[in-house]
């Protein structure tokens, strides 16, 4: 018994901890770590509209 | 709990949500912002709304009663709750449903799939499914809400589905999705706050979550409740009257094992006892202390029955004097013990053979019932319209992304406190002297009202009414957008302008919620039976049409149609003919009454099978050229 479960309910209990966990993860990494695409487009449009000069 | 304070508070709600439903109306200016809120949700906003449409007041209330008979193996529920109701659902499903519903200018689900599909008949086919069965859906929830309402404040079932319904459909049919979205967000901060407390303190009142759980793990099956063991003693038994009062006869019983008769007096065969003689019986476990709730807790039939029966108990409900009426002289009597439940009278005692923190034994009926409701909420939350309209209304697929976190602390708080506090109530119960109150449902209720400040049972009661709400509310919208938009709009009358499609659905609105409290007022059997399973369903409907769209560009419309149909009518059949739940009551018996094949929730068979005939039907009827360029304006931004 581990906290008072059998394994098959401690693993669903563990597993949920750590799927809310890598719910959070996932977001602090596209957050911060990972430029998304929706923020690299108007990035390019700006630099040509630059050299066009508009 | 006072009806005034009720009152003032029912009314401070409907006055708040009265006005966002006003803002919400001030914003609503195109179809889009009333079926997808402009396509302009940030990430918070998404993600509770999201969340509080999935977790309704069934889930909070029903499924941790469910947890306190079955035990923590249901968390295994929470998992899949977040693991696939956010991560998969998301990533899989949002992103994808987002891009191609803003390619195919679609508001929802039948909307995606008569576009994609080039099929206005299949749009409104679906939308005609999902109305249907979502304002059953819709009509269970408020009979849920409403009832412990009715218990908790005295106030009438009748007014309290009235006024609920009224509340849900004002600022719903005013406002539109900005509204239903705007209120989830205060209802899902109602339901955190609810759900976080009441967990944090059960959790402390048992010593933290090691003791908690290793108290429950402790608990006996008869502590918690098996049926009396029928022939440790003579049970049924005779004797016959006469003139002579006899003493107590303790003829222990050493044979004696679980839960069973200890000793009976007058015993077996005895003659000549006074007629006014009473009948002792002692057990060797505590009976389940009297609760007209549990009808088989302690039931005794004697013949002839001479009436005016009394019964008095010992302080540890071991041993029950039974006085009566006189007997008639000279008379032979029979007496029965027909039936008695031990502990507090759970049917934990039996549903969780292996105990409250330990998984059933493999294929046992616990293990299937657990295994349905897993994979029936499960799965099934990857098609369910009212859900999808989430997809729809981000502003931009960061905001999904940004949503995941949310979400999934969301669930967790709500399933996973939820889902653990359960099987702990039944250690609080007996620790209380409380006895389990009749049904899984009560059995939260009961923890609250009786264990915690009266502040809370307050917060808890608008915590569980926030999560009715807002699953109501999002079910009306989808369901209103069905009939109104799917139905009316693109079948019934195509090519009506966007003023008036807005106006024909806030009328079909209005008609879904008034059909909604018809049925919540007078109830019919069959639908708390079928809505009870209206996840599986949608699922084995949608998810393999919806799944298809989204990820094979060669799915055909006679795939989608043959998927959606045979998906329909295999779990409308198995449900109606073979399910062990539905079945009996539907059409008396199952079907195929062997074990295991009539436990096997439909989602089973129902979502391959789906799959297979969209595959198949794909490949057998091949897209036109209408459909192959869609396909490509489908795709082009994913």
């Known amino acids: ?54 | 709990m006072d009806v005034v304070f009720f009152a003032i508070f029912m009314a401070i709600f409907a006055a708040v949500f009265t006005f966002l439903g006003y803002l919400g109306y001030k914003k609503t200016k195109t179809a889009d912002d009333y079926y997808v809120a402009g396509r302009s949700m940030g990430p918070i906003v998404i993600a509770f709304s999201y969340g509080a449409t999935f977790i309704s007041a069934v889930a909070l209330i029903g499924f941790s009663g469910i947890a306190s008979v079955f035990g923590l193996s249901i968390l295994w529920l929470a998992f899949l709750n977040i693991f696939v109701g956010i991560l998969i659902a998301f990533i899989f499903y949002g992103f994808r449903t987002r891009k191609m519903g803003l390619s195919l200018k679609a508001v929802t689900l039948p909307e995606m799939l008569g576009n994609r599909f080039n099929s206005t008949r299949l749009q409104s086919v679906s939308g005609l499914i999902i109305a249907i069965f979502m304002i059953a859906y819709a009509s269970a929830v408020f009979l849920a809400i409403a009832s412990l309402f009715q218990v908790t404040f005295g106030v009438s079932y009748q007014l309290c589905v009235i006024i609920f319904t009224v509340v849900v459909g004002l600022y719903l049919v005013v406002g539109g999705l900005y509204a239903v979205m705007w209120t989830h967000a205060i209802q899902g901060i109602l339901m955190l706050t609810g759900m976080l407390i009441l967990t944090i303190v059960i959790y402390a009142m048992l010593g933290g979550v090691g003791p908690a759980h290793e108290a429950a793990a402790d608990l006996t099956p008869e502590d918690l409740g098996i049926p009396l063991e029928m022939g440790t003693v003579s049970n049924p038994w005779s004797f016959s009257t006469g003139e002579e009062t006899i003493d107590l006869i303790s003829n222990h019983n050493p044979n004696a094992s679980g839960f069973a008769i200890d000793f009976i007096n007058p015993p077996d065969g005895r003659v000549n006892i006074s007629t006014n003689q009473d009948i002792v019986i002692a057990f060797n476990y505590q009976v389940a202390p009297n609760t007209k709730e549990v009808p088989d807790r302690f039931k005794y039939i004697c013949d002839p029955d001479p009436g005016g029966w009394t019964e008095e108990w010992n302080e540890n409900y071991t041993q029950v004097t039974l006085s009566h009426t006189d007997f008639e002289i000279g008379t032979s009597y029979t007496f029965e013990v027909a039936a008695a439940i031990s502990g507090i009278g759970s049917p934990a005692g039996t549903q969780a053979p292996n105990g409250l923190t330990s998984m059933p034994p493999t294929l046992s009926p616990p293990f299937m019932m657990i295994l349905t409701l897993i994979f029936g909420v499960g799965i099934g939350v990857l098609a369910q319209p009212q859900l999808i309209v989430r997809y729809l209304s981000a502003k931009s697929e960061k905001a999904l992304r940004r949503a995941i976190p949310y979400g999934g602390i969301f669930i967790l708080l709500m399933t996973f406190t939820a889902f653990s506090i359960g099987p702990l109530c039944n250690v609080l119960m007996i620790n209380n002297g409380l006895t389990y109150p009749g049904t899984p449902d009560k059995v939260i209720p009961l923890i609250v009202s009786e264990l915690l400040p009266e502040w809370f049972v307050f917060l808890f009661l608008f915590a569980v009414l926030s999560a009715a709400m807002s699953t109501a509310s999002a079910l009306f919208h989808t369901a209103g957008a069905s009939i109104g938009r799917d139905v009316c709009e693109k079948g019934l009358m195509k090519g009506c302008s966007e003023k008036k499609s807005l106006k024909i659905t806030r009328i079909a609105t209005l008609v879904i919620v008034f059909a909604t409290l018809i049925i919540a007022l007078n109830p019919p059997a069959v639908v708390a039976i079928l809505t009870s399973f209206f996840f599986g369903l949608m699922a084995c409907t949608f998810l393999a049409p919806y799944t298809l769209m989204l990820y094979w560009k060669k799915t055909s419309r006679m795939g989608a149609w043959a998927g959606m149909l045979g998906g329909f009518l295999f779990t409308m059949g198995w449900y109606v003919l073979v399910y062990f739940k539905t079945a009996p009551q539907i059409i008396g018996s199952s079907l195929i009454n062997e074990y295991v094949w009539n436990m096997l929730d439909p989602i089973f068979i129902g979502i391959p099978l789906s799959f297979l005939l969209t595959y198949i039907f794909s490949k057998l009827v091949l897209q036109d050229k209408e459909e192959k360029k869609i396909v490509i304006k489908a795709f082009e931004n994913i």
């Open chain 1, 1 to 54: 018994m581990i906290l008072g479960m059998d394994v098959g309910v401690f693993t669903a209990w563990i597993l949920t901890i750590l799927t809310a966990i890598a719910c959070v993860i996932y977001g602090i990494y596209y957050e911060y770590l990972k430029k998304d695409e929706e923020e690299k487009t108007p990035v390019k449009k700006d630099k040509k509209q630059k050299k066009g000069g508009k």
